[in-house]
């Protein structure tokens, strides 16, 4: 397609512009950019052809995944590791129905180049899957930049997320609650616009099998972390991804999870 190849050739330079020995947020933003692009046209950027792909933990060719396809992006929203060079993208696409949300991160190496693109990846059959509701959801939310005197430390938010997936195997992880929070879970949600909505309802009593394999991207900006991982509390392992932000007081504020439950079964979200 013509217009996006001429938006990869902007993105490019973009990153071309931002390589040097470190990551930064310009260079994980433009490879985040260059996936969505590549995600709405299905036309796969060049700027992927030696970069590894795992959808739905499973290795597979970018050819056989989710981008060879063009959706409709209704919704994206982007953090960024420069930590971790890595940056983790949530799409809603409503059509062509049923739809699908997808949790992407992008690792690239110093220089940006993108080496892996690891996604979770859900539609109808999945759990509580319901594209149209998650969008409603999200528009909802307040996802600015945290103020740089109250933001929480990269160390507090990996031990944040990791307190909450403990929770299966631990009922006693110390996870920062705070109210009001809201976790979407699928397209179902926790609260009704309250101060006292909470997400510590509905929570394991840690005799549940341990979320394994998690892969982070942290933003201290956004006071956000991510983890894809395997859910064992289902299936004896489903692929999973969470998200939280803290607000500026260090509290739990927002939780979005997908959990994939149709891996292995027909079409290309296996």
């Known amino acids: 397609m013509h217009t996006a190849s001429l938006t ?16 930064t947020r ?43 396809e063009p959706l409709n992006v209704t919704h994206s929203k982007i953090t960024a590791d420069a930590v971790g060079c890595g940056a983790y993208i949530e799409v809603i696409s409503t059509s062509p129905h049923p739809g699908h949300v997808i949790g992407t991160q992008i690792h690239t190496d110093s220089n940006g180049t993108p080496t892996l693109i690891d996604s979770i ?5 999945d759990w509580l899957f319901n594209a149209t509701k998650s969008l409603e ?15 929480t430390s990269r160390a507090a938010l990996k031990a ?36 006292d909505d909470s997400c510590n309802v509905g929570i394991p009593g840690g005799s549940q099998p341990p979320v394994t394999n998690r892969r982070y991207v942290v933003d201290e900006q956004m006071g956000s972390a991510n983890v894809l991982c395997d859910f064992g509390a289902m299936r004896n392992g489903v692929p ?6 803290l607000g500026p007081n260090g509290k739990l504020r927002y939780v979005h999870t997908m959990t994939v439950m149709t891996a292995g079964e027909s079409g290309n979200r296996e």
């Open 26 to 68: 310009a260079s994980l933003n433009a490879a985040a950019q260059i996936y969505l692009v590549s995600l709405s046209s299905g036309e796969i950027s060049s700027a992927f052809d030696n970069t590894k792909y795992v959808q739905n933990n499973k290795t597979m060719h970018l050819s056989s995944g989710i981008l060879s």
């Open 160 to 195: 944040a997320i990791d307190a909450y997936l403990d929770l299966w195997g631990n009922p006693d992880a110390p996870v920062p609650w705070g109210t009001p929070c809201r976790r979407m879970e699928g397209s179902a949600q926790t609260g009704s616009g309250k101060p």
């Open 240 to 245: 999973d991804s969470h998200e939280i932000r």
């Open 121 to 125: 990846v859900t539609s109808e059959g």
């Open 137 to 151: 959801i999200v528009t909802g939310e307040k996802w600015d930049a945290i103020p740089a005197g109250n933001r």
């Open 8 to 23: 990869f050739g902007v993105l490019f330079l973009t990153l071309a512009s931002g390589a040097h020995s470190e990551c």
